[in-house]
Every structure is written in C-alpha cells, then in structure tokens.
C-alpha cells in the first residue's frame, strides 16, 4: 500500500513533443505529490508538486493532472528541449509520514 | 548561497567493513534525511533526523545508523557493509515545518562495496 508505480520506465520524445509520465499509488492518506528531476552525477531537484485539493497545477511548460478518484497523477512537459533529457521521478507522502515513497523512475530522452 | 554538501563524493569500501557518509545543510535548514538510490531505482528512505532527534526510520538494519549535531550537519554510519550497501547515498535538507516538501538534495556519495 505504501507504492507508487511509475511508467513509462523510458521515453524517448522529439524536441518540441510532449512528454508525459504517468503514476499510481494505492495508499489515500498520501495527500502531497512531488515531481523530482535528476541530471546524472547530481541528487534530484524538486521540479513541480501538488496536493489532491487541486486536479492540475501548472509551472511554465510543466504540469502535473491529478486523478484523486483514480489515484493517479502525471507529468505534463510541453515543448520538450535537450535538456529536459533526465530521470523523472513521482513521490507521495502525507503529513503524518516522515518519508517520501518513491516511483522507480522514467528515463526521459529528448532527440534534437 | 552553499547548497547541501556530502562528503566524500565517492567510496570503495570491502565487505565487513564500516562507513562514515557527511552531510551539511542549507544554512537555516533544521531537518536532515538520507536515502538509498540503488543503481535504476527510486530512492528509499533511510532516516530523517530534525532538532537533532530521529524523527523517522526507513525499513534498513541495525548496521545503519545516524546522528545530526548542533550545527545540523549529520553523518550516517553503516556498519558490517555488504556487496548490497552499493548505492549513492543521498542526503537532504529541507525547512523547519516543511519536512517533506521542497526537500533540497546533495550530489551524494557513490558507496561501492567489494
């Protein structure tokens, strides 16, 4: 209960595409929702987040859609560029709990 | 401003052998967390310490364990290291109230374990 599936595990997307990684997760308390971008050699980096009280959330050309009914959640990136090319992580948690879970990670590469 | 910062960058280690990772926070930032990110996977909470105390630990053996110090920085100690230990370690910080959201991480330390 306490897993978020991710998937794609990789996606390849042209440049100026929209690339769109999708989640799951079964537990209903997890109430925040964060995306992490990771370049390689480095930690990740919050990207984008949302709790349930919203269904989309917009940064730039970075969106997250929440389906609370379906426990879903994705990540939108629109235009895609070269250097949007990275791992994608999801994550849950709630505010009782003191650790993100985690997705397993999509490998996102963006041809020129 | 210094971001997170983790020491050393990276490690080789032999089995049955022990490890001490660092970590030192954003200035301001009271709250420490360590993962586990195992080569493809997502990363797995280790512990998360705040004010100097454990606030939570992740599903990890005894042979793990940490401390944070009155300036916030924290090590993390690994004991006994199996060939499993391999991973990057990763340590973050993150506001006081905001212990989970907007977590800021370090580049981490790439523990390899012969």
């Known amino acids: 209960q306490q897993q978020v599936k991710q998937s794609p595990q990789s996606l390849i997307v042209q440049k100026g595409g929209i690339s769109i990684i999708n989640c799951a997760y079964e537990n209903t308390a997890f109430d925040y929702f964060p995306w992490y971008q990771q370049f390689p050699g480095k930690g990740p980096a919050l990207l984008i987040a949302?709790?349930?009280d919203v269904s989309e959330k917009k940064e730039g050309r970075f969106t997250i859609s929440f389906n609370k009914s379906a426990k879903q959640f994705s990540l939108h990136i629109m235009d895609s560029q070269p250097g949007d090319s990275a791992t994608y992580f999801c994550?849950?948690?709630?505010?009782?709990?003191?650790?993100?879970?985690w997705g397993a990670g999509t490998k996102l590469i963006i041809k020129p | 401003d210094a971001g997170v910062t983790q020491s050393p960058t990276h490690l080789i280690k032999t089995r049955g052998q022990h490890v001490t990772l660092r970590c030192s926070p954003i200035?301001?930032?009271?709250?420490v967390s360590w993962y586990q990110q195992v080569l493809g996977q997502g990363p797995q909470f280790i512990f998360q310490?705040?004010?100097?105390?454990?606030?939570g630990r992740g599903n990890f053996p005894d042979r793990f364990s940490a401390r944070q110090f009155p300036n916030y920085s924290s090590e993390l100690n690994v004991n006994a290291l199996l060939l499993g230990d391999s991973a990057l370690y990763l340590c973050?910080?993150?506001?006081?109230?905001?212990?989970?959201?907007?977590?800021?991480f370090g580049s981490g330390t790439q523990l390899s374990v012969l």
């Open positions: 973050a910080s993150s506001l006081p109230g905001a212990t989970n959201e907007k977590l800021f």
């Open positions: 310490y705040y004010e100097k105390e454990e606030r």
């Open positions: 200035s301001g930032h009271k709250s």
């Open positions: 994550a849950a948690t709630s505010d009782s709990n003191y650790q993100l879970i």
């Open positions: 949302i709790r349930p």
